[in-house]
């Protein structure tokens, strides 16, 4: 093999498995998330002569991340990902309801998969990825900072928010 | 804007995700222990990631897996070694080193030590099963190598300092198949070769993987992992300060 495709099988090929994970979240759609994964190898591939010494994990799922969105503006409703509310949402500041009304734990904890999965599904794209690289990817911040191209501060205010969405809606009876 | 550093409710999330250095870990536990409503997020919080656990892992589809080969012009990566294959390259080994040729296995055939060692663990973080024993228990672990390498490995317990034992496996490295352990630190493995004979790397950084070697009582180690260095710089002196029994 050449040494493209022996860096190629290196890097990339060990994170295909998380990367299907990401894209499968993002687009919701298992056909779609082959498509994306698919497409991301290749831009992979063609990129792989530039890959330097940097977590393959989080250089290989910012691919797929960057793949999926222009993908989907592509084959999808541009609206479905361009939710130019949630930065708005994001500098509203601090208003967390923590009343007694807040769902107990122990009701968060019980929610099964499928009730799990809808209600992650209908985050707000920037919540869902934030979510899925932390809680299903196992990144740290500062790795979905790089992935995601925001601030820290970025990736923890929209990972307590959707958190705090997740918890509201599996806390209900 | 609220700063982050100031928001407490997104402190605690950064807590129950360990991404506060000590003291501000030890400064919002006290908070927590005053407010009752930092006490009750945390609580849903951690609800919250243990329901997570529950999602099933989404394997990409073998099918998935040939299209990307044939888009990249690959051929399908040889499978692990057989069982038989193994046997062969022990044999082979004892062969290589019963004589003269013994030397050759010193210091020379560290750099390609190393890129076996590197290969082993890439090549057991895709295949399905990660390890070919999957256990915590290191006396399951450890017995488990008899009559399968030559050494049998130091296994310590770490799950205590955040790196759980997930099992062990066997590598081939410079033509001998040695005993590799498998820990794991949140998502990430980090793979304990040990072998005889092989001077190790100090350190090295190849594909975005970090190996750190180390020689102890005659045998050499390798860890490998894409975790951060200074994380596995710290597994390591965990790994060489840890008490073994037996």
Redesign the interface.
Known sequence: MSDERTRFANVVLPHLGDAYALARWLARNDSDAEDIVQEACLRAFRGIAGFGDINPRGWVLSIVRNTAYTWLKKHRDPKVVAVDNVEDVERAGADWDLGPASPEAALIEQADVARLEAAIAALPVEFRETLVLRDVEGLDYRTIAEVTGVPIGTVMSRLARARRRLMAQLGKD | ????AD?P??LV??YC?G?LDPANALALERRMAEDP?LA??R??????????T????????P???A??ER?????R?AARPTWSALAASVALAIVVSSGATWSVLGPGQSGLATDEV??SH?RS??AEQHYDVASSDRHTVKPWFNGRTVQSPRVVDLAAQGFPLLGGRIDVITKTPVPSLVYGY???LISVTQTQGVAPTPER?????HVIGWTEGGLSYWAVS?L?IGELRNFVKLFRTAPTDG
Do not use: F, N, W
């Open positions: 804007m609220t700063s982050a928001d409710i997104l999330h950064a995700d991404e409503r009750a997020e609580d849903r919080i951690v609800a919250l990631k243990r329901a997570m529950k999602l099933r892992p989404a394997a990409a589809p099918t998935l897996r299209r990307i888009t990249v012009g690959m051929r990566p590197i290969g890439i973080l895709m949140q998502k990430h950084t190849a594909e975005g993987y894409d951060g």
